[in-house]
């Protein structure tokens, strides 16, 4: 069982306008827990969910997306073994990510990471070249 995010290390929402969270596998249910329970992510203007599965069979609360993104965060599920029909994002989310970057502020920018440890180490180095504070990446490890 995990520790948990300490979400203090990114608030107030005000000084941390950007918020990067990355899911792979059954990653995704504290994560789940974190957007349901509100973390103010409607007050921030870019809150970013990276979410990888292998394929839609295997990816958990798609009937959650619209909800969860009404309440201000934008889904970006990518698929590792997507079929002949997917248009997403391909591959894995450190690629999705690295692909997409767009950090504006790494001073005003937290990321929480949950699942495969390969992902959050491959993410972890990329927030922190691009000058993400590594007090500031969330792991519930």
């Known amino acids: 069982m995990g520790k948990g995010f300490d979400l203090d290390q990114i ?26 329970s509100g973390f103010s992510a409607n007050k921030r203007p870019d809150v970013r969910l990276y979410y990888g599965a292998r ?3 295997r ?8 909800n969860w993104e009404s309440t201000g965060v934008k889904i970006v ?3 590792s073994q997507p079929d002949d ?15 997409a970057k767009k950090i504006y ?7 929480v990471l949950c699942g495969q440890k390969q992902m959050a180490e491959e993410v972890t180095s990329l927030l922190v070249a691009d000058g993400v504070s590594c007090e500031k990446i969330l792991k519930n490890f």
């Open 105 to 111: 502020s790494p001073q005003a920018t937290g990321a």
């Open 11 to 36: 608030s107030p929402a005000e000084e941390y306008s950007t918020v990067l969270i990355f899911a792979t596998g059954s990653g995704i249910s504290p994560i789940r827990s974190l957007i349901e």
């Open 85 to 99: 029909n997917w248009t997403g994002e391909c591959g894995y989310v450190q690629a999705a990510f690295a692909r």
């Open 77 to 79: 599920p990518v698929l």
């Open 55 to 57: 394929n839609l069979q």
């Open 59 to 66: 990816m958990a609360y798609q009937d959650q997306f619209k």
